[in-house]
């Protein structure tokens, strides 16, 4: 009866941790956006620099010592491992429930979404589980060659699919712009929108609704500048709506998410972060994109000042649009990122960093051959 209960406890706990590790791990830039959000929440900004390194870091632990319970290897090392892991992070739950400084707080990524109360419950299931897994269990195997060497290939092989991930983009998109899905549709209705400007004499910033502040002023429009835009989201889920709005604030949604035709979307949700290299490449695929007539706009949330400074450096003539930067961290995860549509429909996705030439793109997608 014990070794069934030990071996069941060890099994779930195991299957939960490798679920948790694996769908965080294959989107490790989602997983380090969590775990900034953590950072700054908690005061500890000095860290954010480590934040991508953490999260790898992290999801491979988890992974690990996941299927280090399913292989029942080590058994004590893994048994206080899964005991420390469950300690720290139900403490940490329990704060986020008590006091929310994090809307939730991604254990299984996008996967599955729950509520820090949600997460602390489940939380204390599992420490319930690592509970059993002591008390039932019996004399520490000793570990054998062979599962020796297939843990650490384990823990090797998942943070290198982790570091592939970063490179490209996660195996499996949790999230409403993934290849097939029409971005069209997605309700804005359960939103509000505002614009920011500031005064160019004053350095005075003001926020408006935005479709309530005085665009048609020609004095008051020379007198401001554009600085961002940003979404409220009042419903009890998330809000996954796009606004695009030009540099006098100007709500362009519609036009380019209904666009009849192929249509480039590169999104830079930080100007300032995003490789030089990755820039370069962007600018180059745009202008081959551009030349065979195709349409090619980017989104960032970075001010106008930095906008033209990028768009003067990089010869960059396609429209360039402000997004909310959630929105876009959420479109591609890359920076910068590239989508191509067609009708609202998302054809498919790349991150820069490893983006195809544009005729192998042009060629499958656009039914166009190599020149």
């Known amino acids: 009866m014990m070794k069934t209960i030990y071996h069941i406890s060890r099994l779930l706990l195991g299957i939960t941790f490798v679920f948790s590790g694996f769908v965080k791990g294959q989107d490790p830039l989602g997983t380090m956006f969590k775990i900034e959000d953590y950072l700054i929440a908690y005061g500890w900004d000095w860290a954010l620099p480590f934040a991508l390194v953490l999260a790898i870091l992290l999801c491979t632990a988890e992974f690990t010592i996941g299927a280090g319970l399913i292989l029942n290897y080590q058994t004590k090392l893994m048994h206080w491992l899964v005991l420390l892991f469950m300690l720290f992070f139900t403490a940490i739950t329990f704060y986020d429930a008590l006091y929310n400084p994090i809307a939730d707080c991604g254990c299984f990524g996008d996967a599955i979404k729950l509520t820090n109360w949600q997460t602390f419950y489940k939380n204390i299931v599992l420490l319930a589980l690592v509970a059993l897994l002591f008390y039932s269990s019996h004399k520490a195997n000793m570990p054998s060659r062979r599962k020796t060497t297939l843990f650490i290939a384990t823990a090797i092989v998942f943070a290198g699919f982790s570091i592939w991930s970063y490179v490209h983009l996660p195996v499996i998109d949790f999230l409403p712009w993934k290849k097939g899905n029409s971005i069209s549709s997605l309700n804005p209705q359960s939103s509000e929108y505002f614009v920011k400007y500031r005064n160019k004499t004053t350095g005075e910033e003001k926020e408006f609704p935005a479709n309530n502040f005085p665009y048609n002023d020609s004095v008051w429009m020379s007198q401001w500048e554009f600085v961002n835009s940003r979404t409220v989201n009042h419903s009890s889920s998330i809000d996954y709506h796009l606004m695009i709005t030009d540099t006098a604030g100007n709500d362009v949604s519609a036009y380019y998410l209904n666009y009849p035709d192929f249509l480039f979307i590169a999104t830079i949700y930080n100007l300032q972060s995003a490789p030089d290299k990755a820039l370069k490449k ?90």
């Not at 962007?282 to 980017?298: D, H, K, P, V, W």
């Not at 544009?358 to 190599?370: E, F, G, M, P, V």
């Open 282 to 371: 962007l600018s180059r695929f745009i202008e081959n994109a551009e030349l065979e007539g195709y349409t090619c706009i980017i989104l960032t949330s970075a001010l106008l000042e930095d906008i033209d400074n990028f768009a003067q450096k990089y010869s960059i003539s396609a429209q360039i649009f402000n997004a909310d930067d959630i929105i876009l961290k959420m479109m591609v995860r890359a920076n910068p990122g590239l989508m191509l549509i067609k009708n609202g429909i998302v054809i498919d996705k790349w991150n820069v960093k490893s983006l195809p030439d544009y005729s192998r793109i042009a060629k499958k997608y656009l039914n166009l051959t190599d020149s």
